[in-house]
């Protein structure tokens, strides 16, 4: 495993980083996030994050070996913010109504509209192949479909057919897809109405049909 994606952070030379190395490291991170707001990830250069964070490239070069390496950090942090997604998806299982799987949706739109930026970077190299980028991906998709695993896996009225995982993971790749092109899909519906009918699929998995 990458030594920057654990607790103890190792710098580029060897050296155990101490607090001030961190919040450096740290600012360098969050400098990346805004500036995926006005440009695409291959435009930016390591001097504008540096200079966003308040530092130098060569100390940017002391944590981070490319700019990909820092683009990793800040989808492992967007990752483990997803993680409020795996309680949304199941408190919205366990409560069983539209309402309930309603409220899941929303919150998975309002996350991917908060942290829209950086997951346009994390898919765009997913995309060309990069695999910490599709593990960052799946990670944060599975937030979304473990709880449908676990409710498809309860259903009793499930068609033979039916692979709790392979449907979960199907369901859950939509919803982030929908989330991702909100604006373009006005052509299919209001806001309202597309959110309304993906609250429909959830439930659908959440509760056997009548």
């Given at each position: 495993?990458?030594?920057?994606?654990?607790?103890?952070?190792?710098?580029?030379?060897?050296?155990?980083?101490g607090?001030?190395?961190?919040?450096?490291?740290?600012?360098?991170?969050?400098?990346?996030?805004?500036?995926?707001?006005?440009?695409?990830?291959?435009?930016?250069?390591?001097?504008?994050?540096?200079?966003?964070?308040?530092?130098?490239?060569?100390?940017?070069?002391?944590?981070?070996?490319?700019?990909?390496?820092?683009?990793?950090?800040?989808?492992?942090?967007?990752?483990q913010?997803?993680r409020?997604?795996?309680?949304?998806?199941?408190?919205?299982?366990?409560?069983?109504?539209?309402?309930?799987a309603?409220?899941?949706?929303?919150?998975?739109?309002?996350?991917?509209?908060?942290?829209?930026?950086?997951?346009?970077?994390?898919?765009?190299?997913?995309?060309?192949?990069?695999?910490?980028?599709?593990?960052?991906?799946?990670?944060?998709?599975?937030?979304?479909?473990?709880?449908?695993?676990?409710?498809?896996?309860?259903?009793?009225?499930?068609?033979?057919?039916?692979?709790?995982?392979?449907?979960?993971?199907?369901?859950?790749?939509?919803?982030?897809?929908?989330?991702?092109?909100?604006?373009?899909?006005?052509?299919?519906g209001?806001?309202?109405?597309?959110?309304?009918?993906?609250?429909?699929?959830?439930?659908?998995?959440?509760?056997?049909?009548?």
């Amino acid at each position: 495993m990458n030594p920057r994606t654990t607790s103890t952070v190792v710098a580029i030379d060897g050296r155990i980083a101490g607090p001030r190395a961190l919040a450096t490291r740290q600012r360098l991170v969050d400098a990346l996030a805004p500036l995926l707001d006005s440009r695409s990830f291959r435009e930016i250069k390591v001097v504008d994050i540096a200079r966003a964070a308040g530092t130098s490239p060569a100390a940017f070069y002391q944590y981070f070996a490319s700019l990909e390496d820092a683009l990793e950090v800040l989808a492992i942090h967007v990752a483990q913010q997803g993680r409020v997604l795996d309680d949304v998806f199941t408190a919205a299982a366990e409560d069983g109504t539209l309402a309930g799987a309603r409220e899941a949706v929303d919150h998975l739109f309002d996350f991917w509209r908060t942290h829209k930026a950086a997951l346009g970077a994390i898919d765009a190299m997913a995309a060309e192949g990069d695999e910490r980028f599709v593990q960052a991906r799946n990670h944060l998709l599975s937030a979304v479909a473990q709880p449908l695993v676990d409710a498809v896996a309860r259903r009793t009225d499930a068609a033979p057919a039916a692979h709790p995982r392979a449907l979960a993971g199907s369901l859950a790749t939509l919803l982030a897809s929908a989330a991702t092109h909100e604006g373009g899909l006005s052509a299919w519906g209001s806001r309202d109405e597309l959110r309304e009918s993906l609250a429909c699929l959830v439930i659908s998995a959440f509760r056997p049909s009548r």
